[in-house]
């Protein structure tokens, strides 16, 4: 069975710090993928990255910047320089190949971003 | 470019009444979802859909009935509405075939429905 914690409910940060938001999974598949969505307060969900298991390369987008390791099962986001706008409740998600139909969700961290 | 749609977006009931929610999306995805969104539960799966004339039971199934008649639509209906169905409604949906498979989904904009 699949399983995605994201252990930290709320973080809140003050413009221009770092912050982290943590994505541990759970799987027994070899091949699967792994998603990160962001919920801004005005409800919509929107899609940030996929990454499958066969690519452990970090990759950087602007200010945002994801750590998948393996080894730890992790898939960590980064923001750098944090800005209001970075408010939101973030979703990190699990979909095990073979053609896989639900992904599993974690319960999100809400990030607050004061100014 | 409308992506998925989801009808109504607010929508007020008295305990015992019945509804239909509808999600339209134009982008011709096999695969469609219904999830609720509750407060601290993050997006629990109510049923999801990998076809036409297909549907299939998630997390939360109880109190809820789909239908999918048309590939492009997926209906959540609540036959008697209940308090504990007070929630915000998301409607998905993703490609599903061989070297599309395990895209990400694509969200609708989100129903509010408070059942009183």
């Known amino acids: 069975a699949q399983k995605v914690t994201q252990a930290q409910t709320e973080i809140s940060v003050v413009e221009k710090e770092d912050v982290t938001l943590d994505c541990v999974y759970e799987t027994r598949d070899t091949t699967y993928y792994l998603f990160w969505y962001k919920q801004p307060p005005s409800g919509e969900l929107v899609f940030l990255i996929r990454r499958n298991s066969f690519d452990e390369q970090n990759e950087i987008s602007g200010r945002y910047s994801w750590n998948f390791q393996k080894s730890t099962s992790s898939f960590n986001f980064t923001i750098t320089a944090s800005q209001v706008v970075d408010s939101a409740v973030y979703f990190c998600?699990?979909?095990?190949?073979?053609?896989?139909?639900?992904?599993?969700f974690g319960r999100g961290t809400s990030l607050i971003v004061h100014p | 470019n409308a992506g998925v749609t989801q009808t109504p977006k607010f929508r007020v009931l008295k305990t015992g009444q019945s509804m239909t929610l509808l999600c339209a999306q134009d982008?011709?995805?096999?695969?469609m979802y219904w999830y609720r969104q509750d407060p601290g539960m993050g997006l629990r799966l109510i049923h999801y859909s990998v076809g036409e004339g297909t549907t299939a039971k998630g997390e939360v199934p109880d109190g809820y009935n789909v239908s999918r008649l048309k590939k492009q639509n997926f209906l959540l209906g609540l036959e008697s509405a209940a308090p504990s169905q007070t929630s915000v409604y998301f409607c998905?949906?993703?490609?599903?075939?061989?070297?599309?498979?395990?895209?990400?989904?694509?969200f609708g904009d989100g129903t509010r429905l408070s059942i009183l």
């Open positions: 982008m011709n995805h096999e695969y």
């Open positions: 998600a699990l979909s095990e190949g073979g053609g896989s139909y639900i992904p599993t």
């Open positions: 998905a949906s993703r490609s599903g075939t061989g070297m599309y498979s395990n895209q990400p989904q694509h």
